[in-house]
C-alpha cells in the first residue's frame, strides 16, 4: 500500500464498524480517539498469552493505543481510553518489528491495531517475508469490518479475535455496540477464510490460523453459554478456543454494578463443563488466580525509542494465567 492510498483510508474513516468518517489527516480524531499517525505503549517480549503464541521465549507484542470498541470494563483502558503511549512513525514500527525478531519473540502480535490498520499494513510489506520471518499475530476485539481485515490479507499469519457477546443487549450495555454479535462473527469468517484451520507444530506453538477468546463477565454466564454454542457450531475443530475466567474489577462505572464483582469459579467451571460436552478438545483454560490486575503489562513506553537502549526489553516474571504444564494441544481440554 502506498502512501496515497493509505491516507485516503485515514481522510474519511470508515476502518471500523463504527463508520465514524473523521478526517484523521486533517487532525480530526476518530470515534476510536486516533489521528493520522501511530500511537503505541509498549513494545516487547510478553509471556501471558496462550501457550501456543508466548511459548518460551514470548510473543513479540506491540500494544497500540486508542480502540474502537471501548468497552466500560476494559483492563487496559490507561491505553484504550486514557491515551497513554508514544508516537512512532511507520519507519519505526518495521524496525521495531525486526528487533522484537532479534531478541527471540516467537511471533509478531499486534495488540488492538484495526484504526491503524494501513499504517501498519505499510510497516508490515517493507519486512515481511525478507528480513521479517517469524509469525505475524492480530490480536483485536473482534469488531472489526471484512474490508478491513482484508488489508492483512497476505501479511498476517495468525488471528486472535475475542468474541465478546452474542447478546446485543450487553453488548450495547457494555460496549455501545448492539450489533457486535453478528459484525464480530462476520469478521472471523474473514480471519478463517484467509488463515484457514489452526495449526500447532510439534514445537508446541501456533503457525496459522484463528485462536477465538471469549472472557466469562460477572452475571453473564447464559451469554456466555450461547457464545460457545455459536462458535462451536460455526467454526467446530478449525479453529482454537480460549475461554478465560481472568476478568478483573478496575473501578467501572457506577452505572455497572454488577461489574464491580467477581466471577465465582463455579460459574466458570460450568462455562468449561458445558464447553467439553459440546465436544470442544482445542480449548485453552485458565486458573482461578488469573484474574488479577498484576497481569496488566505496564504500559511505560518499552521498546518503542530508537537508540542504545532499542530492542532490549526486561523480561515479564510472575504468575503465568494458564496452566504452566501446557505443551502443544496437551493444553487443553
Not at 60 to 84: K, P
Not at 127 to 153: H, M, Q, S
Request: hydrophobic share 40%.
Amino acid at each position: 500500500m502506498d502512501e496515497a492510498a493509505c491516507r485516503a483510508l485515514l481522510s474519511s474513516c470508515t476502518l471500523c464498524p463504527r463508520a465514524c468518517g473523521a478526517d484523521r489527516t486533517s487532525g480530526q480524531r476518530g470515534y476510536c480517539g486516533a489521528g493520522d499517525t501511530i500511537r503505541a505503549a509498549r513494545a516487547a517480549l510478553h509471556l501471558w498469552e496462550e501457550p501456543c503464541i508466548s511459548g518460551s521465549k514470548g510473543s513479540g507484542t506491540v500494544f497500540f493505543s486508542h480502540c474502537t470498541l471501548g468497552c466500560v470494563y476494559c483492563q487496559n483502558e490507561r491505553i484504550s481510553r486514557g491515551g497513554a503511549g508514544e508516537q512512532i512513525t511507520v519507519g519505526r514500527l518495521a524496525e521495531i518489528f525486526l528487533e522484537l525478531q532479534e531478541q527471540g519473540a516467537h511471533n509478531i502480535n499486534l495488540v488492538t491495531p484495526m484504526h491503524y490498520a494501513p499504517l501498519i499494513v505499510r510497516a508490515l510489506e517493507a519486512v515481511r517475508g525478507k528480513a521479517l520471518t517469524i509469525p505475524v499475530l492480530v490480536n483485536c476485539g473482534g469488531y472489526e469490518k471484512r474490508e478491513t481485515i482484508r488489508l492483512f490479507d497476505g501479511l498476517a499469519d495468525i488471528w486472535l479475535p475475542d468474541y465478546k457477546y452474542a447478546d446485543a443487549a450487553l453488548a450495547a450495555r457494555y460496549s455501545a455496540a448492539p450489533d457486535y454479535p453478528e459484525t464480530a462473527l462476520a469478521a472471523i469468517d474473514e480471519m478463517v477464510r484467509q488463515a484457514g484451520p489452526a495449526v500447532i507444530g510439534e514445537d508446541g506453538l501456533m503457525k496459522r490460523g484463528v485462536l477465538i477468546r471469549h472472557l466469562l463477565l460477572p452475571g453473564a454466564l447464559g451469554a456466555s453459554l450461547r457464545a460457545v454454542d455459536i462458535l462451536y457450531d460455526r467454526y467446530g475443530d478449525d479453529v482454537i478456543f480460549s475461554l478465560m475466567s481472568q476478568y478483573t474489577p478496575m473501578g467501572e462505572d457506577a452505572r455497572f454494578p454488577m461489574l464491580s464483582r467477581r466471577v465465582p469459579q463455579r460459574h466458570y467451571e460450568a462455562l468449561i463443563q458445558h464447553a467439553a460436552a459440546l465436544g470442544i478438545t482445542r480449548c485453552y483454560v485458565q486458573e482461578e488466580a488469573s484474574a488479577d490486575a498484576a497481569f496488566i503489562p505496564p504500559f511505560d513506553g518499552e521498546g518503542l525509542a530508537k537508540g542504545p537502549e532499542s530492542g532490549k526489553t526486561r523480561p515479564e516474571t510472575g504468575k503465568i494465567p494458564f496452566p504452566t504444564d501446557c505443551k502443544a494441544e496437551a493444553a487443553m481440554l
